[in-house]
Every structure is written in structure tokens, then in C-alpha cells.
């Protein structure tokens, strides 16, 4: 009797020992796959050096992101248009890497708005915000922008004038991508309109003019001034607004007999994604894909850098 215990017990042994040694091994390579899956912080980094208030900075591109998407778009914003805006930065910071502009040679972007993009720094934010900051970069993990194998000039701003406008309208150079395409939505922004009064001295000194004689107007396709005609000098509409300060190139001026008013139409360049655009697209169901391949014509995403 007790011989055939100890089989039976030698039995039972065997029959469970493969899976008692293989257990460990099994579960931690189980948690491993399940965190590569829902964690991106844990792949292979992509890294940028930041310039940040006189600071050189390597930082792993995923999470520098969480502060460029508080810097340069509403928390508030549809998460779809969040993850645009994600792959957007993106795009624009794996362009720049290697550049090392002259503005800052030894970085590849900068923390100034006016140089490269907004940030804002994560902890400053609450928790509940920047969770939904992580939603989209994690969702959206890796992708960029490309256009023929090239990696894309995601360009983007505040809100259009209702139609975006072709590059070489703003900077000159054609892109085959960054084409005038309708932006609708943007004419429910309550910002889309913005006035600016001069006295006739005041607008005479900042345009060097000697009269304010104004003809001579052409459009570019987005709705923007291209060219104007004042005290027989002549201007493009983006020369305009850098000298005046406006908010975009989309205006147009009016005079009381005593004063001029200039009245514009939207916020930024004009040029790619409306960022105000790109919300009411998500508020009507759109992807973010869907938004991206809107404003960008021709771009696909990628994620082998």
C-alpha cells in the first residue's frame, strides 16, 4: 500500500512539475508583452535635445510631447483632434531633429512659441488634464506625417479664416501638400473676428507711407490679401499683418473719416491644419486620421523612423 502511494505521489509530481517550473517564466513574460502592449514609455526612445529657458535638455520625444500638446492646444478640445495635434508635433519635431537652426545650434527645437512650438510643463497641470494629454500621445504612439516617403511639414494654428491657404501664398515655396482646402467649423470659433484701430499718423509710421491711399487689392485662394496698394507703395497681405501685428492676413480696412479700422478674419498663418477646425471636425465624428488627411492632402501616416 505504501508502495503504491509514493507512485502515485511521484506521479502527481511529475505531472505538475512543468507547469510549477514554468509558472515564473510564463508570468513574468506575460506582464512583459501585456506592459509593451499598454505602456509606450517602455519601447526603444526617439531622442530631442531642447533648448528650455537657457537649459540644454535630451528628452525622450513621447514625453516631450505631453507638454507640447498643454503648450499648443485646449486640453478641452475633442480627444480625436488632440491625437491630430499629437501626430502633428510629432511630425514637426522629427523634422527638426539634426537641423540645429541658428537660433539655437547646439538644440534642435526650442520652448518659444514664436521659434519652434508652446510648452507648458506637465506638472503644472492637473492630474486629470494631463491624463488626457497621455490619451493622446500614447494613442498615437510613434506616428508621423509623411508625404512620398519624406517626413511631412505638419504646419498648424489657431483657426482660419474659413479656408486654409496654399504655402507658396504665406512663404513662397509650393508644397504639393499644404494645399487651400475648406476648413468648415471655423466660422463658429466666437474669437474669429478681431479689430484694430489706428489714428491716420499711427498707421502712416508703422506702414512708412506718406498717404493712405488704398487700391490695387488681390486674394489668395484661402481668402487672404495678397497684395494692397497703400500711399502708392505696395504690400503683400502677410507683410501687412507682420507690421501691424494682426492676427492674420485675412483682413480688411475701414475708415470713419477719423480713424481706420482693420478687421481680421481668423488666428495664425493659415497654412496646414486649423487646430479650431480640427475640433468641430472631431465634434462631427472624425478621426484623427480623418482630420490629418484633410489638411494635409496626400500624407499618410507612418510609425519606422
Same mark, same amino acid.
Given at each position: 500500500?505504501?508502495?503504491?502511494?509514493?507512485?502515485?505521489?511521484? @506521479?502527481?509530481?511529475?505531472?505538475? +512539475?512543468?507547469?510549477?517550473? @514554468?509558472?515564473?517564466?510564463?508570468?513574468?513574460? =506575460?506582464?512583459?508583452? &501585456?506592459?509593451?502592449?499598454?505602456?509606450?514609455?517602455?519601447?526603444?526612445?526617439?531622442?530631442?535635445?531642447?533648448?528650455?529657458?537657457?537649459?540644454?535638455?535630451?528628452?525622450?520625444?513621447?514625453?516631450?510631447?505631453?507638454?507640447?500638446?498643454?503648450?499648443?492646444?485646449?486640453?478641452?478640445?475633442?480627444?480625436?483632434?488632440?491625437?491630430?495635434?499629437?501626430? @502633428? =508635433? !510629432?511630425?514637426?519635431?522629427? !523634422?527638426?531633429?539634426?537641423?540645429?537652426?541658428?537660433?539655437?545650434?547646439?538644440?534642435?527645437?526650442?520652448?518659444?512659441?514664436?521659434?519652434?512650438?508652446?510648452?507648458?510643463?506637465?506638472?503644472?497641470?492637473?492630474?486629470?488634464?494631463?491624463?488626457?494629454?497621455?490619451?493622446?500621445?500614447?494613442?498615437?504612439? =510613434?506616428?508621423?506625417?509623411?508625404?512620398?516617403?519624406?517626413?511631412?511639414?505638419?504646419?498648424?494654428?489657431?483657426?482660419?479664416?474659413?479656408?486654409?491657404?496654399?504655402?507658396?501664398?504665406?512663404?513662397?515655396?509650393?508644397?504639393?501638400?499644404?494645399?487651400?482646402?475648406?476648413?468648415?467649423?471655423?466660422?463658429?470659433?466666437?474669437?474669429?473676428?478681431?479689430?484694430?484701430?489706428?489714428?491716420?499718423?499711427? +498707421?502712416?509710421?508703422?506702414?512708412?507711407?506718406?498717404?493712405?491711399?488704398?487700391?490695387?487689392?488681390?486674394?489668395?485662394? *484661402? =481668402?487672404?490679401?495678397?497684395?494692397?496698394?497703400?500711399?502708392?507703395?505696395?504690400?503683400?497681405?502677410? &507683410?501687412?499683418?507682420?507690421?501691424?501685428?494682426?492676427?492674420?492676413?485675412?483682413?480688411?480696412?475701414?475708415?470713419n473719416n477719423e480713424n481706420y479700422t482693420i478687421?481680421?478674419?481668423?488666428? *495664425?498663418? *493659415?497654412? *496646414?491644419?486649423?487646430?479650431?477646425?480640427?475640433?468641430?471636425?472631431?465634434?462631427?465624428?472624425?478621426?484623427?486620421?480623418?482630420?490629418?488627411?484633410?489638411?494635409?492632402?496626400?500624407?499618410?501616416?507612418?510609425?519606422?523612423?
Amino acid at each position: 500500500m505504501k508502495k503504491v502511494f509514493k507512485f502515485c505521489t511521484f @506521479a502527481v509530481i511529475l505531472f505538475f +512539475l512543468p507547469m510549477i517550473v @514554468a509558472l515564473p517564466f510564463g508570468f513574468i513574460e =506575460g506582464i512583459a508583452f &501585456e506592459d509593451e502592449e499598454i505602456d509606450i514609455w517602455k519601447r526603444e526612445k526617439v531622442i530631442v535635445t531642447v533648448l528650455d529657458k537657457g537649459e540644454y535638455i535630451e528628452k525622450d520625444v513621447e514625453e516631450h510631447l505631453l507638454g507640447v500638446l498643454l503648450g499648443e492646444m485646449p486640453v478641452s478640445y475633442e480627444i480625436e483632434a488632440l491625437k491630430a495635434q499629437a501626430v @502633428a =508635433g !510629432r511630425t514637426y519635431i522629427y !523634422r527638426k531633429i539634426g537641423t540645429n537652426p541658428v537660433s539655437h545650434p547646439d538644440a534642435d527645437l526650442c520652448t518659444n512659441p514664436s521659434c519652434c512650438m508652446a510648452y507648458v510643463t506637465p506638472d503644472s497641470v492637473t492630474e486629470e488634464s494631463l491624463e488626457k494629454i497621455r490619451q493622446a500621445v500614447s494613442e498615437t504612439a =510613434g506616428e508621423y506625417l509623411v508625404y512620398e516617403n519624406e517626413i511631412a511639414s505638419a504646419f498648424f494654428y489657431a483657426c482660419s479664416s474659413g479656408k486654409t491657404e496654399n504655402s507658396e501664398d504665406v512663404w513662397g515655396a509650393e508644397v504639393p501638400y499644404l494645399r487651400s482646402v475648406e476648413s468648415q467649423g471655423d466660422e463658429n470659433n466666437p474669437k474669429l473676428l478681431d479689430e484694430k484701430t489706428y489714428t491716420p499718423q499711427q +498707421l502712416k509710421n508703422a506702414l512708412g507711407v506718406n498717404s493712405l491711399e488704398i487700391g490695387g487689392v488681390t486674394y489668395t485662394e *484661402g =481668402g487672404s490679401v495678397k497684395n494692397i496698394r497703400i500711399g502708392g507703395k505696395t504690400f503683400k497681405g502677410t &507683410e501687412i499683418r507682420s507690421l501691424l501685428g494682426l492676427r492674420s492676413a485675412c483682413f480688411t480696412i475701414s475708415n470713419n473719416n477719423e480713424n481706420y479700422t482693420i478687421t481680421t478674419k481668423g488666428n *495664425g498663418h *493659415g497654412v *496646414g491644419m486649423s487646430q479650431f477646425g480640427a475640433n468641430e471636425m472631431a465634434k462631427s465624428g472624425s478621426s484623427y486620421e480623418e482630420i490629418l488627411y484633410h489638411y494635409f492632402k496626400g500624407c499618410n501616416l507612418d510609425k519606422n523612423l
